[in-house]
């Protein structure tokens, strides 16, 4: 059970990363800063191989406890006493931690989205201009 809390915790530790990670994204995103916005996706890729790996270390450990394919809440379930106690806490802030992550991840990826649209219809003015300024021009060079 000791293996499989390390590595609940850290996955706690993890997302608490990754929400300082997008939370810089989401940031950079609004002051249109796009390598900041470029290093917080390389960090944040790296974070995303390490979760990779802390989950499949999680199952591993999840699967000699006797709880393959259960859910937190199953697991949750089946303990009691001090063990619950702490499952339970580590399993709320971990949910809590995820939550916040999606949400910033969420608000971060409409920012890019925006900006994004925004870039589209500048390029796209700036090829009605150059194709007005060509019309005009092309007869008298």
């Given at each position: 059970?000791?293996?499989?809390?390390?590595?609940?915790?850290?996955?706690?530790?993890?997302?608490?990363?990754?929400?300082?990670?997008?939370?810089?994204?989401?940031?950079?995103?609004?002051?249109?800063?796009?390598?900041?916005?470029?290093?917080?996706?390389?960090?944040?890729?790296?974070?995303?191989?390490?979760?990779?790996?802390?989950?499949?270390?999680?199952?591993?450990?999840?699967?000699?406890?006797?709880?393959?394919?259960?859910?937190?809440?199953?697991?949750?379930s089946?303990?009691?006493?001090?063990?619950?106690?702490?499952?339970?806490?580590?399993?709320?802030?971990?949910?809590?931690?995820?939550?916040?992550?999606?949400?910033?991840?969420?608000?971060?990826?409409?920012?890019?989205?925006?900006?994004?649209?925004?870039i589209?219809?500048?390029l796209?003015?700036?090829?009605?201009?150059?194709?007005?300024?060509?019309?005009?021009?092309?007869?008298?060079?």
């Amino acid at each position: 059970m000791n293996e499989f809390i390390a590595v609940i915790e850290d996955l706690i530790q993890l997302f608490q990363e990754l929400v300082h990670i997008e939370q810089a994204k989401l940031d950079a995103a609004a002051k249109n800063r796009i390598t900041h916005v470029e290093d917080c996706m390389n960090q944040e890729q790296a974070a995303i191989l390490k979760l990779r790996g802390l989950d499949k270390k999680r199952e591993t450990y999840q699967e000699q406890l006797g709880y393959k394919d259960h859910t937190f809440q199953q697991i949750l379930s089946k303990t009691s006493g001090a063990e619950h106690n702490q499952l339970k806490t580590l399993f709320d802030s971990l949910s809590h931690q995820v939550r916040q992550f999606q949400e910033i991840n969420e608000s971060a990826r409409s920012m890019i989205e925006i900006n994004l649209h925004m870039i589209n219809k500048e390029l796209n003015n700036s090829q009605n201009v150059i194709t007005t300024d060509k019309a005009k021009w092309e007869g008298l060079l």
